[in-house]
């Protein structure tokens, strides 16, 4: 069949195959063309990657694999293709890594589930003793909306509400350059609770005790959770909202779970990253425009990254940094003691440039001041399209 974009509200409802393979290769090769500087860094070389089919997940396991060797593991939960429909951007990826993968020679092995139940814990942990592996890094990525607890069965949704008050914000939708003004009501008290059930760090210690108890964590294994905390003007609905209050529990997850070294040496870390381009982000009120405009100010300024960028200078400047006497050095922390890959963009110039301009950008001004083709490049790639070599009128099989 002939796959195109099929785009609403800032949603893409297809996937293309081989945009989707030549996505996740263009990201292997980035990692590649730096092999030489991950050579005498002490990399894992077993790693867990929970919700590894996209965006930072995906590019974790892709930095973990091609520029340190180490085997990994990925869960995601995908809808397979049928004869006449394309799968998701995950399904694809996922194929397209474990392809790679083999060719060179890695250990890898993909596992389709949902990441919140006991049943995906169980097929970790028999993949892991099949392949021999034990975990000495365990990265966190998961962005479901919703989670069905695996003691009470009872499935809980996640919210992005204000607390106490409304929330208005202007955004736009990237493809048609049409402005809104976005207003959220104020959340109830359940809405906090469920979304720190989803989106709080309790799954992530459920995944840790159990690769504990199952003998499968590493002495002195690390595991690095996801987050984003983002500009000022968007607290309001997201820091200062039901996102941030999951992520404050996050937080305190990681600072427990260190504490108590459910295996010795244990070593849990939230790692803030950049605004990028994803799926989830794409929704997000007022998020596609600040970041269209944040890629224009970070491209000028030379210091812009996307996924695979931001998970290369994870494993090269901070998880895995090696002092003097070879050993590995403890990442550079924030006074909550979170890794910040968010550095760059929250730089107080950078800021205030990304202000200004929000200031007075609209639809007469859209194109100069904000980098819109960018967004929607990257938003397409996410979903296989727009990829140089690809011959996008071509039948291509889905399966």
């Known amino acids: 069949m002939i796959i195109k ?3 609403r509200s800032n949603i893409c409802l297809s996937a293309h195959p081989l945009g989707c393979a030549a996505e996740t290769m263009r990201q292997i090769e980035y990692i590649q063309a730096r092999k030489a500087s991950y ?3 002490p990399g894992p070389k077993a790693v867990l990657v929970l919700g590894g089919s996209g965006g930072y997940g995906l590019a974790t396991r892709i930095a973990a694999a091609f520029g340190s060797g180490a ?10 293709p049928s004869d006449t429909k394309p799968g998701t951007p995950g399904w694809y990826n996922n194929r397209a890594f474990d392809e790679a993968a083999t060719a060179a020679g890695l250990v890898t092995a993909t596992l389709d589930g949902d990441a919140f139940s006991n049943e995906a814990k169980d097929e970790v942990i028999a993949t892991a003793r099949r392949l021999g ?8 990525s998961l962005a479901s909306p919703v989670r069905t607890d695996p003691a009470t069965g009872i499935m809980h949704r996640s919210v992005l509400k204000p607390i106490g008050q409304s929330f208005k914000g202007r955004s736009v939708d990237v493809f048609t350059g049409r402005f809104s003004d976005a207003e959220v009501g104020p959340c109830e008290e359940e809405d906090i609770a469920n979304t720190v059930k989803v ?3 309790e799954d992530w210690e459920l995944w840790i005790k159990a690769l504990a108890k199952a003998g499968l964590l590493a002495k002195d294994a690390t595991t690095v959770a996801y987050s984003y905390i983002g500009p000022a003007l968007s607290w309001p609905i997201y820091r200062d909202g039901t996102i941030g209050r999951a992520k404050i529990h996050l937080d305190a997850t990681a600072k427990s779970m ?7 040496g244990l070593k849990a870390y939230v790692s803030v990253n ?15 425009l ?19 960028a931001q998970m290369d200078r994870l494993f090269r400047d901070r998880l895995y940094m090696k002092g003097p006497d070879g050993k590995i050095l403890p990442p550079a922390v924030d006074a909550e003691g979170r890794i910040r890959l968010d550095d760059l963009e929250l730089l107080p110039g950078v800021q205030a440039e990304v202000d200004a301009i929000m200031e007075k950008i609209g639809p007469d001004n859209l194109a100069e001041l904000a980098d819109v083709e960018g967004f929607k490049a990257d938003f397409l790639a996410a979903h296989g399209f727009g990829l140089p070599g690809i011959d996008y009128d071509a039948e291509v099989a889905t399966l």
């Not at 950049?274 to 596609?288: D, M």
């Open 274 to 288: 950049k605004a990028v381009v994803t799926r989830a982000s794409a929704v997000i009120p007022i998020i596609p």
């Open 258 to 264: 260190t504490a108590r070294a459910i295996v010795p």
């Open 199 to 201: 989106m709080g760090g």
């Open 290 to 308: 600040y970041v269209s405009v944040l890629f224009k100010v970070m491209k000028a300024r030379g210091n812009h990254e996307d996924c695979i």
């Open 5 to 7: 974009p099929m785009i």
């Open 71 to 80: 085997a990994t593991v990925g869960l995601s939960f995908e809808k397979a």
């Open 133 to 140: 592996l034990v975990f000495d890094l365990v990265v966190y």
């Open 39 to 41: 050579a005498g860094l």
